[in-house]
């Protein structure tokens, strides 16, 4: 039988997690990319709005969010947290498997607890019009919706080779009223240099970031919009992780295993965050980051100061990177072809508090087909690689025959990326 634990709508977290204000040590400052020296909040409101920015270095232990933007939350959250009785019972594993279902969202994924943020913040602020790049287009898709809910016009650069593999994206943001092209583009100067050189270029999500914020800088009125990285980001996604403390507390379950898929670092940085404390009294809790090794950042990376986009616009961020010029291979799971790491993660990682591992696709996609035919939901292919590290926990757990607690993020669910499974 399958269990299924809700929350009630009054239930949802009235404030996002910083744990920035938990932990024993400073995050290495951003630096301007011109003088490669600290840069300055006040440097940084070209691109976004001032409350995102004071959310971006806050120590503030929690952050209260807005009415408004809790009553959009309150349109699909809480989200449900399942027990994976069937998938327990084909692996054959004492383990107990939880997963928390983000694709109950809008837009199919947990990228909507962020937009619906940024949406609002910029709105209160002046902001006519976003600016941002997408992937997979799950980031795109919500952040489209969040500006219909808000009022903003919004324009997306996805990465080419997503752009053409998953075409359903592309009409969801449509949808939504937003404006969708493919990167490298012709509209920034940035794309136009690029594909003079190559034509056939796939694109990244580093050259989506370039061209967006050259947008971004040619407009007062438009600001620039990150659905992964940045420590914001992680903030408003937290709202994952606290709401598996209050629906495990009700199972009294206690998690030995929290695993998220890594890409850029919010789905799983929102997962595990608000667990991190935990970790830090000492409780034997693992945080395990689950990446593909096509894009093997925190396994492979160098940890240093790179910048987040191709064309070096970003401030210099302190993270593991396979360098600003990678560009990944055309896997399936295009949210996590990102060549960094959020700030936060990465240094977590550097401080053994997390731990990253990573899987190919061939296993990540076996995991991932058997999952929706014992549980009845599709996963994202983002989301495959947290499925497929659970599985390897669970198999770890039957071979020490040890009854741990396992829990991951599904981060969005994969009905417009069935092509991939193909």
């Not at 024993?24 to 490669?36: A, G, H």
């Not at 449900?80 to 327990?88: G, I, M, S, V």
């Not at 324009?155 to 053409?164: C, D, L, Q, T």
């Not at 929706?372 to 757990?397: C, H, M, N, T, W």
Request: overall charge neutral.
């Amino acid at each position: 039988m399958r269990i299924r634990v809700d929350l009630k709508v009054d239930q949802i977290p009235r404030h996002w997690y910083n744990v920035l204000a938990d932990l024993p040590f400073k995050l290495d400052p951003p630096l301007d990319p011109r003088t490669k020296q600290p840069m300055s909040p006040d440097a940084l409101s070209a691109i976004f709005p001032m409350p995102l920015i004071e959310q971006e270095v806050t120590d503030k232990r929690e952050i209260p969010i807005p009415e408004p933007v809790l009553e959009e939350y309150a349109v699909f959250r809480p989200t449900p947290l399942f027990r994976a009785t069937y998938l327990e019972e084909f692996l054959q594993t004492p383990a107990r498997i939880y997963y928390k279902y983000e694709g109950a969202s809008p837009t199919g994924s947990h990228k909507t607890n962020t937009a619906l943020a940024q949406a609002y913040y910029n709105k209160i602020s002046g902001t006519e019009r976003l600016v941002t790049e997408t992937g997979a287009g799950q980031w795109g898709s919500a952040l489209c919706y969040s500006g219909a809910k808000f009022g903003l016009t919004v324009n997306v650069f996805m990465v080419k080779i997503s752009y053409e593999q998953k075409p359903m994206r592309k009409y969801l943001m449509k949808l939504f009223g937003g404006d969708v092209v493919p990167s490298p583009s012709d509209r920034t100067n940035f794309g136009k240099s690029l594909l003079e050189k190559n034509g056939d270029m796939p694109g990244s999500l580093g050259i989506a970031i370039s061209e967006a914020i050259e947008v971004a800088l040619s407009d007062a009125k438009t600001k620039y919009s990150l659905g992964s990285v940045l420590n914001h980001v992680l903030l408003h996604q937290t709202v994952i992780g606290l709401e598996i403390k209050k629906q495990l507390a009700i199972l009294n379950e206690k998690p030995d295993v929290v695993i998220g898929c890594h890409g850029g670092g919010s789905n799983f940085g929102g997962t595990v965050l608000p667990f991190v404390p935990d970790k830090l009294s000492g409780k034997d809790i693992k945080l395990l980051a689950c990446e593909p090794t096509a894009c093997p950042s925190l396994t492979q990376g160098r940890y240093e100061y790179d910048y987040g986009d191709t064309a070096g616009m970003t401030p210099l961020l302190k993270m593991y990177t396979l360098g600003k010029d990678f560009i990944p291979p055309k896997i399936h799971a295009g949210g996590l072809r990102y060549h960094g790491a959020a700030p936060i993660v990465s240094r977590l990682v550097k401080e053994n508090l997390v731990e990253a591992i990573a899987l190919d696709q061939e296993e990540v996609f076996k995991a991932a087909k058997l999952f929706a035919k014992l549980e009845g939901i599709v996963p994202a292919p983002e989301s495959s690689y947290a499925i497929a590290g659970a599985i390897r926990e669970a198999q770890r757990a039957k071979q020490e025959k040890s009854q741990k607690v396992i829990v991951f993020n599904l981060s969005g669910h994969g009905l417009f990326d069935l092509t991939a499974y193909v």
